[in-house]
Nanobody, 118 residues
Framework: QVQLVESGGGLVQPGGSLTLSCAASGSIFRINTMGWYRQGPGKERELVATITSIGIINYEDSVKGRFTISRDNAKNTVYLQMKSLKPEDTAVYYC????????????WGQGTKVTVTD
């Protein structure tokens, strides 16, 4: 089992910045993918960004150039630096860790709320 604990959400004005953190603990494989997903009001959960344990990164188009995902493998922690935040970035942000191939294991954090508003 793996536990994920997110932190860093909050209220911010448009154009502002926030950094989210997600610390993983438990039975973590050396090879895994960690990422951030979000679910806005009335919307389905969507991918924001992912990063593999060897640093391969993928971003959703709307956050490219504004968000930066990174990870510290020694701390089993993934970060999401968010800049130039827009009201449409308002959502609950979830951390995910995926590992294994038979079967694939998926773990989710409890979510941290980000609200972008004047």
């Amino acid at each position: 089992q793996v536990q994920l604990v997110e932190s860093g959400g909050g209220l911010v004005q448009p154009g502002g910045s926030l950094t989210l953190s997600c610390a993983a603990s438990g039975s973590i494989f050396r090879i895994n993918t960690m990422g951030w997903y979000r679910q806005g009001p009335g919307k389905e959960r969507e991918l924001v960004a992912t990063i593999t344990s060897i640093g391969i990164i993928n971003y959703e188009d709307s956050v490219k150039g504004r968000f930066t995902i990174s990870r510290d493998n020694a701390k089993n922690t993934v970060y999401l630096q968010m800049k130039s935040l827009k009201p449409e970035d308002t959502a609950v942000y979830y951390c995910r860790l995926a590992q294994g191939n038979g079967p694939r294991e998926n773990y989710w954090g409890q979510g941290t709320k980000v609200t972008v508003t004047d």
